[in-house]
C-alpha cells in the first residue's frame, strides 16, 4: 500500500478530526481494502457521539470508534457510519479491545468466518475479507487508540511492517494535534482572563481594603476565615454598596483555591438571552453573533471561585440549569452536546429577601438552599459607626493621591458630622462624598461635606387628621442631645439589669441591635462604667 503520502499529509494537520478523516480513507482508497477503522481511547465525555447521548457520565476511557471508510463490492454501501455495537468497545474485550489492552499489533493473515472472533460472519463472505490487521495507535509510551484493516487479499509481512510505520506516524500525528488544540484552548483561555482581568481592575479596589475595627465587621471576618478553608457554597447578604465583593475577594484570597481565579459575574448586568452564553460559552454558529467558540465564566474559574454578584436577577429558566451545575458540576455549552465538568466553588451576592423572592415564585427554592450553605450578613454603615473615621481617612487619601495634592485636614468635627448621617449608599456612598469633598477641596483647602442632618424619610401620603397641632418641641444642642441619649440608654440598661444581648435586653428594649447598642456605648464613653457596674 502506498502510504508515504497520506503519512506526509497527516503531519502537516493541526486538528484531530481531520487526521481521523485522512488516515481511513487514505487506507481504504487501495482497491483490496475493504474496511478500515479507527478507535481512540477516551471518556464518554470525550467522545462526541457518546457525550450527546445524555448518558450517565463515567471517567472510564473505553475504545470509541472515531473515523471508519471501505465501501461493499456487493451493493456499493459506504462503511462511514460510527454507531453500532461497534461503536464502543471495552479495554481487553474482543481483538480490538486486545490490542489497546496489551499495546501490541495483531495480525490474522487467513480469516475464516467460523472462527469464534468473528462478529458478522456474513458480512466476510459477501465481502471476501481474507485477513485482518490491527495495529495500536502508541506514542510516548501511551496507547491512544487502535486502527484496523480488513483486507480482501492476504496480507504479507512487508505489508503489515508498512501499516506499523504508519499507525506510528498517524499516533504522533493524534498527539500532536491534541497537544494543539491545548496550547489553542490555554492560549485562548489566557486572552479571556486577561480581558477579564483588564475589565475588573477598574473595580479591583473600589472599596479600598477592608477596613474598621467595630465588632460587627470582626464577626464577618472571623466568618470569612472559617469558611474560606472549605468549598462550601457561600451567600454573601447585605444592603448594597456594603462591600459584599471585598468579603467574596477575601474568603478567595485566604483559600486553597488562590492560585486559581476568581471569576466574577454581575447578575444584573447581563441581559436575559445572554445568560446562558455568558456562563456557560458557547460554539461558533449556535446563534446570531457567535462568530467562534468561547468558553464562559464557569470554564474560566475552574479549580477557583465564581462570584456570583446580585444573585436575585438571575432569570427563573436557568436556575434549574445553575443548580445542575452546583450538584453535577458538569454542563453544556450553547449549541453543543459535549458535557464538560469543572472544579468551582459558588461565591453568591445579593441585597434582595431570597426567602420572599422564593414565597413570590421568582426563586427557586431548591437554588436557594443550595446556596445558603454558608451564609455570611455584611452590616450597614450605620451599624458600623466607629469605622466611618477610618474609612473616611482610607477615603481621603486615597482621593487626594488620584488627583496629586496633599490631604485636606479631617477634623474631629468633620468625622461626628459623618457619623450623624445614616448612610443609605453605605460604604459606597461614603466613598463618593470622601471624593467629592476632595476635588472641592482644591480651590478652599478644606473639606465640606454637603450631607443632610439626617437620612431623609419617606414623606408619609397619610390623610391628616382633625387633632389640634402638637406644640412644637424645643430644639436641642448636640451636648443635650447625646445627654438624653446617654440618660435613655441607661435606663434601658437598668431595666434590664445590664443585660444588652436576648431577650428583656436593652438591646430589645431599645429596638436596635445588640452590635449597635455596644457601638454607642463605646462612642458615649459608657462601656467602661457599664462593665464596672454589672460586676
Known sequence: MALQSIMLAIAQARSVAPILEQVVQ?????????????WLLETAAECDFCAGQREAPTL?????????????????????????RAHRIALGERKIGRIAQSGEPLLIPEVHPEQPWVADPDWLRREGVQSFAGQP?????????VLAVFSRTKFTEEEFQWLRTFADHAAVALWNARAFAELNRLRGQLELENEYLHEEMKHA???????????SLQKVLQQVELVAATDATVLILGESGTGKE???????DRSPRRKHPLIKVNCGAIPHELFESEFFGHVKGSFTGALKDRMGRFELADGGDLFLDEIGEIPLALQAKLLRVLQEKQFERVGDTRTRTVNVRIIAATNRELKREVDAGRFREDLYYRLTVFPIEVPPLRERNEDIGSLALHFLERSARRISISPPRLTRAHIDKLQRYDWPGNVRELENVIERA???????????????????????????????????????????????ETQ?????????????????GAAELLGMRPTTLASRLRALGLQKRFVQSSD
Do not use: M, W
Open 26 to 38: 487514505g487506507v481504504a482508497a487501495a482497491s483490496e481494502v475493504a474496511l478500515v477503522r479507527l
Open 137 to 145: 495507535l502508541n506514542c510516548r509510551g501511551e496507547v491512544l487508540g
Open 246 to 252: 471585598l468579603i467574596a475577594r477575601a474568603i478567595h
Open 205 to 215: 479596589l473600589h472599596f479600598g481594603e477592608i477596613i474598621g475595627s467595630s465588632g
Open 488 to 504: 435613655n440608654i441607661l435606663a434601658a440598661l437598668e431595666k434590664s439589669n445590664g443585660k444588652i444581648f436576648g431577650s428583656g
Open 60 to 84: 472510564t476511557k473505553e475504545l470509541h470508534l472515531a473515523a471508519s471508510a471501505g465501501k461493499s463490492r456487493v451493493d456499493g454501501t459506504e462503511y462511514s457510519s460510527l454507531t453500532g
Open 438 to 484: 476632595t476635588i472641592l477641596a482644591r480651590v478652599s483647602g478644606q473639606l465640606n461635606f454637603d450631607l443632610p442632618a439626617t437620612t431623609p424619610r419617606r414623606i408619609s401620603t397619610a390623610i391628616p387628621s382633625a387633632k389640634p397641632p402638637e406644640p412644637k418641641p424645643e430644639i436641642l444642642t448636640r451636648a443635650q442631645l447625646k445627654q438624653e
